[in-house]
């Protein structure tokens, strides 16, 4: 029998020990919009945990996008007249822009350097580059590499790659509640060794995954894992009906860094999603580090756009964009760890326990307060200005117990939920939810939707 979700309930330890394995075995591997890279990366994901595979044939219209050719790739290296390797994909995957035609031949230094891409303010940095909707090739190389590319010399370059009519890989599964309520949480895995932007954002996808597999749950929680961009579009183009009736969303990305826990806004700040992980953030930080939403990021822009309007955010640990190792070999695995990891993990298992909890309600008492005192939820002797520490059939009540009961008692109109009540007041979504229940014990209160 399945136990209903708590935080309580889980072991961060040996949740941790899990992160701290994937993020060894993620992170080699090359990964891309499709491909052998990306099929490794949900074997390893699935022997976590089972989710459904499909395979979108190249070629295959969805909306205005096509579904572009299977990449995959065995090597790639720039060798000067000597036969010595400057580049060599085996020692980084970032070295060759991903999607790069398959090319070999000689060519000089001056007709390969516009071909190639580094980072001059980084030197010890290799960038990351893509070339998906263009037929083109080129390598990435830190700095100092770059600097030994003489214009005049002749030099071997080899890109070991493939494009061929094959698949573009993704997956999904539906965790089923009770209610008709449904929440969408996604992740892409079309980056290659990069820790924080894509893996980190991977496992919690995973993890949070097995664990709501085993609860009982109120809400559903569909859970898709693709591509960036065009693989939100193709669920998108697949599934739009079903995504129609969906509350809110997350997708889990740069979750790792060294920074502050913080969350991207979704286009609805006041939406049950966004209040859900800012009463979490206080919670667990006491404080709330947001970031206003913007069209420059990931894929809340098609999950939010005017056909469906599902508000998404992103609960961050050095957010993208906002930290120099982004999109570069820095972003490793000496940038991310499982430890900063499970903090962020922390503040989503947290909203999801809010959400589960969370209730829109109206009172059975609309044209007064109960007489509370007769139910054992108010002290019976009177005059003290704070009445505390009377006994009920659910525990001590307190004067932050009879505060909240009364919130909740005055806000019981069907408008507003517990998460309302919570930010209105100040109180904790905790005692909030603990009187809800003291309240409801006694038939005072019922829900609506």
Request: hydrophobic letters at 35%; glycine letters at 6%.
């Amino acid at each position: 029998m399945k136990n209903y979700y708590s935080t309580a309930n889980i072991n961060f330890a040996e949740i941790e020990k899990e992160a701290a394995k994937l993020l060894q075995e993620l992170f080699p591997l090359c990964r891309s919009l499709s491909g052998d890279g990306v099929r490794k990366t949900y074997d390893v994901l699935k022997n976590v945990t089972d989710f459904n595979l499909t395979e979108i044939p190249s070629g295959k219209k969805v909306f205005s996008w096509t579904i572009p050719p299977e990449w995959n790739i065995k090597d790639a290296f720039i060798a000067d007249k000597e036969k010595i390797k400057i580049v060599d994909f085996k020692n980084s995957n970032l070295h060759v822009i991903n999607y790069s035609i398959p090319i070999d031949t000689m060519i000089t230094g001056k007709e390969l350097k516009p071909h190639l891409f580094t980072l001059p303010e980084l030197p010890e940095a290799i960038p990351y580059r893509t070339t998906y909707y263009k037929r083109d090739w080129g390598f990435c190389l830190c700095y100092k590499d770059y600097q030994k590319i003489n214009d005049s010399e002749i030099y071997r370059v080899k890109i070991d790659s493939a494009l061929t009519k094959g698949s573009m890989t993704m997956g999904d599964y539906i965790v089923r509640g009770t209610s008709k309520k449904e929440f969408l949480i996604t992740a892409y895995s079309c980056h290659p060794s990069m820790a924080n932007d894509c893996i980190s954002g991977v496992i919690i996808w995973i993890l949070l995954l097995k664990i709501l597999k085993n609860c009982a749950l109120k809400n559903s929680y569909r859970f898709v894992i693709g591509p960036e961009t065009i693989g939100a579009i193709a669920y998108i183009h697949e599934h739009h009906r079903a995504l129609k009736h969906v509350s809110g969303g997350f997708v889990t990305t740069t979750a790792g860094g060294t920074g502050k826990v913080g969350y991207k806004k979704s286009f609805n700040d006041t939406s049950e999603v966004d209040r859900a992980t800012r009463e979490a953030l206080v919670k667990l930080n006491g404080e709330i580090l947001s970031y206003p939403f913007s069209l420059q990021g990931s894929d809340e822009r098609q999950y939010s756009a005017p056909g469906l309007r599902i508000p998404t955010v992103t609960i961050t640990k050095d957010k993208y964009y906002e930290y120099k190792e982004y999109h570069t070999s820095l972003d490793n695995l000496d940038f991310v760890t499982s430890s900063q990891l499970m903090e962020t993990f922390s503040v989503y298992v947290r909203v999801i326990q809010y959400l589960e909890q969370n209730v829109t309600y109206k009172s059975r008492t609309p044209y007064c307060e109960p007489h509370l005192g007769s139910l054992g939820l108010y002290p019976t002797t009177g005059g003290a200005i704070n009445p505390t520490n009377d006994k009920s059939d659910t525990g001590t009540i307190t004067t932050d117990d009879i505060k909240a009961m009364t919130w909740i008692l005055f806000y019981g109109d069907g408008k507003h939920d517990l998460l309302n009540i919570a930010q209105l007041t100040g109180i904790p979504f905790e005692s909030i939810y603990l009187n809800y229940r003291r309240l409801e014990k006694h038939s005072l209160l019922q829900e609506t939707r």
